[in-house]
């Protein structure tokens, strides 16, 4: 029995990775409901989820909550050496932005943000979640966290637009050096619940300390990519 019980998985992936490849199930597509995938396959419905886990971790399909599985599109190219904004690096890319605005306040800042932007303790900073999209589907969340000092009224703007160019044009500051750190990890709910995805699921975590022209540490984002979405490519001569 042990030798059989892998047989019904291997053949549900081979089949979808086969129909995938070949473009019968196309980029972006809906997968149809896992009742009548269960049906097809003549299995049962944890071998099926078992199944599409196994894709998913390969990149190949996607999930969201009360919507379903999709066949994932092409990853984007993120380049952390190249001084763009997100809405500016998906059209090069010939792909559609869009950003959410999710909540932009004034906040106690936390210790890890103090850390990060140097602050002292008892500090106040900006706080700007936002939602982005590629194409339509639901990509990355982001914590944006602002030293009021250098952006007095912000939160008062239209935040849905690039904040590099905000900074620009508003405040003529441009970033200068900045820092990078990413790290896998499991999404926590408040990342999660606006991806659509279930809470633990596997992600990619971005932080980035930016200083300014002048060198003074003015943000830093805490960058959440679903875990498909992207691959980092850097070439450095």
């Not at 996607?62 to 050496?81: D, I, K, M, Q, T």
Request: hydrophobic letters at 40%; one cysteine or more.
């Amino acid at each position: 029995m042990r030798d059989e019980a892998p047989r019904p998985l291997t053949a549900i992936c081979n089949a979808l990775q086969e129909q995938i490849a070949h473009g019968l199930l196309p980029q972006g597509g809906k997968l149809p409901a896992e009742r009548k995938l269960s049906e097809l396959f003549d299995t049962t419905r944890i071998t099926l989820r078992e199944a599409l886990g196994q894709l998913e971790a390969q990149g190949l399909i996607y999930r969201e909550e009360r919507r379903g599985w999709f066949v994932s599109p092409p990853r984007l190219a993120y380049n952390p050496l190249i001084r763009s904004h997100f809405h500016a690096m998906v059209a090069e890319q010939g792909r559609v932005p869009a950003t959410e605005v999710l909540g932009a306040r004034l906040i106690p800042a936390s210790v890890e943000i103090c850390e990060l932007l140097e602050l002292p303790a008892l500090s106040s900073v900006y706080q700007i979640r936002r939602a982005r999209r590629v194409d339509g589907r639901l990509v990355l969340y982001v914590e944006h966290y602002l030293n009021p000092a250098y952006f007095p009224g912000i939160i008062d703007f239209d935040l849905t637009q690039s904040l590099t160019d905000l900074y620009s044009s508003e405040y003529g500051i441009h970033y200068g050096r900045v820092r990078f750190d990413m790290v896998p990890t499991a999404l926590h709910p408040e990342a999660a619940a606006p991806l659509k995805v279930s809470a633990g699921s596997p992600a990619l975590r971005i932080t980035r300390i930016n200083r300014d022209q002048h060198g003074r540490l003015i943000d830093c984002d805490l960058e959440y990519w679903r875990h498909d979405a992207i691959h980092v490519s850097v070439e450095v001569a």
